[in-house]
Each structure stands twice: as structure tokens, then as C-alpha cells.
């Protein structure tokens, strides 16, 4: 199994990026699929998730900011990130807990940089 995470970058504050994440390999379905980021100097931290049902949770950071969804024919998770703020800075990382012919656990993707720079 497989995340393959993309869509980061270098943006002025204010402006706009879209993250992707697809999940690939022997997959018999998945759960909840989330972002976490990470800070220089500073602990993950969790952004958004989504379950299999589309209910979606957002940390008060991006509330507002940010909208976590996911395409489940695609087994692809994304998140809309407007109105970036320089604080927003982090290497980005996809999760997904999903289930393979070995059971349920828990998988990263290698994570993406985005970096809110004038």
C-alpha cells in the first residue's frame, strides 16, 4: 500500500492550494483518511479528517480556511487550502486508516511541502 501525496508549494499569503493524496495497492476499503502537519521545531499536528460517510473535522487553526474531502472511487483524499497564512507553513502529510488482506492499520504518505512566503 501506498500514499502518494502532492499539490505543495511556494504561495504568497493569501492565496490558494489544492493538496492531493492517493492511496494504492491491495486495498479491501478505508476508513477515515486524514492531514496532519509538521513545523520546523514543532510537533505533528492534526488538520483535518474525513470519514468513509464524508463527515468531515477541521482543527480551529484552518476552520474556515481549509476543506478536507475525498473521492472514494479513487481511494483519494484532498484538501482545499485558501487564505494561507505564513503560520501555515508545514510539510503536509496524508493518512488513511484502511484495511488490506492482513487487516486494518494505519498508513503515511511521504508528505509535501507548502510554504506561505511574500
Known amino acids: 500500500v501506498q500514499l502518494q501525496a502532492s499539490g505543495g508549494g511556494l504561495v504568497q499569503p493569501g492565496g490558494s492550494l489544492r493538496l492531493s493524496c492517493a492511496a494504492s495497492?491491495?486495498?479491501?476499503?478505508?476508513?477515515?483518511m486524514a492531514w496532519y502537519r509538521q513545523a520546523p521545531g514543532k510537533q505533528r499536528e492534526l488538520v483535518a479528517t474525513?470519514?468513509?460517510?464524508?463527515?468531515?473535522d477541521h482543527a480551529d487553526s484552518v476552520k474556515g480556511r481549509f476543506t478536507i474531502s475525498r473521492d472514494n472511487a479513487k481511494n483519494t483524499v484532498f484538501l482545499q487550502m485558501n487564505s494561507l497564512k505564513p503560520e501555515d507553513t508545514a510539510v503536509y502529510y496524508c493518512?488513511?486508516?484502511?484495511?488490506?488482506?492482513?487487516?486494518?492499520?494505519?498508513?503515511w504518505g511521504q508528505g509535501t511541502q507548502v510554504t506561505v512566503s511574500s
Open positions: 493518512n488513511a486508516y484502511l484495511r488490506t488482506g492482513l487487516g486494518w492499520g494505519t498508513y
Open positions: 495497492g491491495s486495498i479491501a476499503g478505508i476508513n477515515t
Open positions: 474525513v470519514t468513509g460517510g464524508g463527515f468531515t
